[in-house]
């Protein structure tokens, strides 16, 4: 075990690190370059980047039957040839064209790239016992945005944003790509693996509860990511502040995460689950009552429940179903989620431009029904 966390756990998480960064939180820092050095509307960046999610939620069922085929290890180390592949597109676009389909094909190794692979690993490897790497890999992964925004915005000033597209594919490429070769075992914790099967896994009442619960989850985070800030503005924060304040949010993730691991580990994942449920909506609540000088408090719940979240989008298929037949099961799971990321930006834009108020509840109420949907989730037979 000492062995499996001092490399496994570390590499894999530093992988996380580098495709988040790299793909999720790059336009963060980028976009603005891009548009003004190619002539292109700010907006047409992040156009680009959700034709990306719906990629990516296109192609997460495939990934999910690949991974059972060939292995965590060759798909996890093809996300980063794939995710090099799009940033060198877009590092060396001659037209707006060629580099918005280098941000769209970023979808590609989203798809095969992200917590899922990475989690199907840990699966491979220690079966029902992969809760605590699992939060352990979901912990380092949450630091994609901290680590990533720093380095492409020191990138970007020192030389352009062309090299910082440069600096991730290298970091794919040069670090990602040799550890996972270097560390992953090339076969599961099996001697002798059983047949890959071949017949479709049947969607079923728990499933569709699972796969209600994170797509509400991934509907409410891809709305924060995108308006946290303006929310708090609206709620009555001034600028610095609510920037600030937005910034908790990614601190809460990070600590939950912890949290997690030091304390909840053996809880009973739905109960886990429930508690990150009613996060976003009891931050809400109290800057509802206390007002602007504890809007805060809507990025801290939101960032805790969503720290949680991230972990139970892992451990409870493995809980309910157990390890068989884990990665197909998590692809279609994460599958609607990945849809409604993509309208989740638009969509709560909407919600905003009625009221603070109108939106902050709506994104409660989505959480409120994720709590309700994890009533019925218990172990199959004889787990």
Not at 153 to 166: G, I, K, M, Y
Not at 313 to 336: K, N, W
């Amino acid at each position: 075990m000492s062995v499996f966390v001092r490399f496994i756990v570390p590499v894999l998480g530093l992988g996380q690190v580098v495709a988040f960064a790299s793909s999720y939180y790059l336009l963060g820092v980028l976009a603005d370059p891009i548009a003004a050095d190619l002539g292109l509307d700010p907006a047409a960046p992040f156009a680009a980047l959700s034709v990306a999610f719906l990629l990516s939620a296109v192609l997460t069922p495939w990934a999910g039957r690949l991974i059972e085929r060939r292995g965590g290890r060759a798909v996890l180390a093809a996300s980063h040839v794939l995710f090099a592949a799009a940033l060198l597109i877009m590092a060396t676009a001659p037209a707006p064209r060629v580099l918005l389909a280098g941000i769209a094909a970023l979808g590609v190794g989203m798809a095969i790239g992200l917590y899922g692979t990475a989690f199907s690993v840990l699966v491979e490897l220690r079966g029902a016992a992969a809760r605590r790497p699992i939060t352990a890999v979901s912990l380092i992964g949450a630091l994609g945005g901290g680590v990533g925004w720093p380095i492409s915005r020191l990138a970007t000033e020192a030389w352009d944003w062309r090299a910082a597209c440069l600096l991730w594919a290298l970091a794919h490429l040069a670090v990602c790509l040799p550890l996972v070769l270097a560390v992953l075992p090339k076969h599961s914790r099996q001697d002798h693996p059983a047949p890959v099967p071949t017949a479709p896994v049947a969607w079923d009442r728990r499933m569709c509860r699972m796969a209600g619960i994170f797509a509400c989850a991934w509907l409410v985070s891809t709305a924060m990511g995108a308006h946290l800030p303006r929310l708090l503005f609206d709620l009555g924060m001034d600028l610095d502040r609510a920037a600030w304040a937005a910034g908790l949010m990614a601190a809460s993730a990070i600590a939950a995460r912890l949290f997690d691991l030091v304390v909840l580990h053996r809880s009973h994942p739905v109960a886990t689950a429930r508690l990150a449920a009613l996060l976003h909506p009891a931050g809400a609540l109290v800057a509802a009552v206390a007002g602007p000088r504890f809007a805060a408090a809507v990025a801290v719940g939101q960032g805790a429940g969503n720290g949680l979240l991230s972990v139970a989008s892992g451990v409870l298929p493995l809980h309910v179903f157990g390890p068989d037949r884990y990665a197909v099961r998590l692809a279609m799971i994460l599958t609607p989620a990945r849809y409604l990321q993509a309208v989740a930006p638009a969509a709560y834009a909407l919600a905003l431009d009625v009221s603070p108020g109108f939106a902050l509840a709506a994104s409660s109420a989505v959480c409120l029904l994720m709590f309700a949907l994890t009533f019925g989730l218990r172990p199959v037979s004889g787990r």
